[in-house]
């Protein structure tokens, strides 16, 4: 390949840049080539005498100069959507659902279980390890979270309870086996009895061991730390409460930089100041995440999630309890939310949906906007938050006609 026939396969964007290290943004230019950046440069540079002539020769130059570029946003804990849920074991079911979250800027997922039988989860996990293999759009999911079936019935949270069992390490082996490299993220109460084999496995196996669901003393979440669990699921949700004589779960959580964890900002999972305590206190350990369900992107009304009954009002998902049964938003939501609601500055907020995630999950290459990264970008609408165009890979998708352009 010649020099010209290289820089002819590039295509320069520029705008203001927010690369997701939650430094302040700058006016400036992202190159892509062949799906990943190769170079991110300040405005200030071109003016030097260096920089965007050179680089950009008989390249494309699409400039958003009135918007932002972010990286694509990262959901590690993602159940459904756009009607669709993982645990439908249905490839038709989870390209509608990607299309959806991509278009809502979205561009790298944990596809999230549930527990549920062995054979149901089974067919889940196949059905999202043909849609990654085969459909360009399957690379949105990164992985598979696992959450459940391994979970404390005492917490069950939205998990459905008939199903709900110890740790089974020969499961593991054998999803392991049929699907090598696809479970990413593994959650599980350290309390029951199994626990400690199972995270051995799986960090035998790279896979992230998370506690959730739990009823664990914040003894016992110590013990699970040195075992080698990293992670907490939606902090102070399905987990033992703080309490001044036994911290708990949540306490053991707060407490611990060993343990990343995750926040939901959809407004009626975490209180605001349980929101601002969390992340003054893990600061760059907390990313959030939707824990979305099938009925994001949908109406209110009857939904169900495996196998039991949700009622969407106003957008919150519950059981007829009360209990709380997911989210229904995208992820650029939350980066809203994390801005008009609860006071944090833009590259913060960009900062808890991209890299730390990435960086969570172990997702190299994803969640910054450094040469070297894959092609994944937003162009953000800077006083709405609106996201306006989505790039994965290099490509960028059409949300009118569902399909790369």
């Known amino acids: 390949m010649t020099e010209r026939e290289r820089r002819a396969g590039r295509l320069v964007l520029k705008g203001m840049i927010l690369d997701g290290s939650g430094r302040d943004p700058f006016s400036g230019y992202v190159v892509i080539e062949r799906g990943r950046i190769a170079k991110v440069y300040a405005e200030e540079e071109t003016a030097a005498g260096y920089g965007h002539p050179d680089e950009a020769a008989d390249a494309p130059l ?9 990286p694509g946003l990262i959901d590690i804990h993602l159940h459904g959507g756009a009607g669709a849920d993982v645990m439908d074991g249905s490839a038709s079911g989870l390209i509608r659902m990607l299309r959806y979250y991509l278009a809502h800027g979205t561009t790298s997922i ?3 279980t549930l527990t ?4 149901d989860i089974d067919r889940a996990l196949a059905a999202a390890f043909s849609v990654r293999q085969t459909e360009r759009i399957g690379q949105v999911i990164q992985g598979i979270h696992l959450e459940g079936p391994f979970l404390s019935p005492k917490w069950p949270g939205a998990q459905h309870p008939q199903w709900l069992c110890n740790p089974q390490t020969a499961w593991l082996r054998e999803w392991t086996s049929r699907f090598p490299g696809f479970l990413r993220m593994l959650t599980l109460a350290p309390e029951l009895e199994g626990a400690q084999e199972a995270v051995a496995f799986a960090l035998e196996q790279n896979i992230i061991a998370a506690c959730g669901h739990s009823d664990a003393t914040y003894d016992q979440v110590r013990t699970a730390i040195g075992w080698g669990i990293s992670h907490a699921v939606h902090c102070c949700n399905a987990m033992r409460p703080f309490h001044h004589r036994e ?5 053991a959580v707060l407490l ?4 990343s964890t995750e926040i939901n900002v959809d407004g009626y999972h975490l209180h605001p100041a349980a929101v601002e305590l969390i992340v003054r206190l893990k600061q760059d350990r907390v990313c959030v995440i939707t824990d979305s369900m099938r009925a994001a992107g949908m109406t209110d009304g009857v939904y169900h999630l495996a196998g039991l009954e949700v009622h969407v009002k106003e957008g919150a998902a519950r059981f007829a309890d009360g209990t709380i049964a997911g989210s229904t938003i995208p992820l650029a939501q939350s980066v809203r939310n994390l801005v008009q609601t609860h006071g944090k500055s833009l590259p913060e907020a960009v900062k808890h949906a991209t890299s730390i995630p990435a960086g969570i999950a172990k997702l190299h290459n994803k969640g910054l906007l450094k040469a070297g990264y894959d092609a994944d970008l937003i162009v953000l609408e800077p006083e709405q938050l609106q996201v306006k165009r989505v790039m994965l890979g290099g490509d960028w998708f059409d949300p009118e006609s569902n399909d790369f352009v």
């Open 256 to 259: 611990h930089d060993e343990l």
């Open 116 to 119: 549920a039988s062995k054979p």
């Open 247 to 251: 911290p708990g779960v949540v306490g």
């Open 62 to 70: 699409l400039d958003f100069s009135s918007s932002c570029l972010t």
């Open 110 to 112: 944990l596809a999230t």
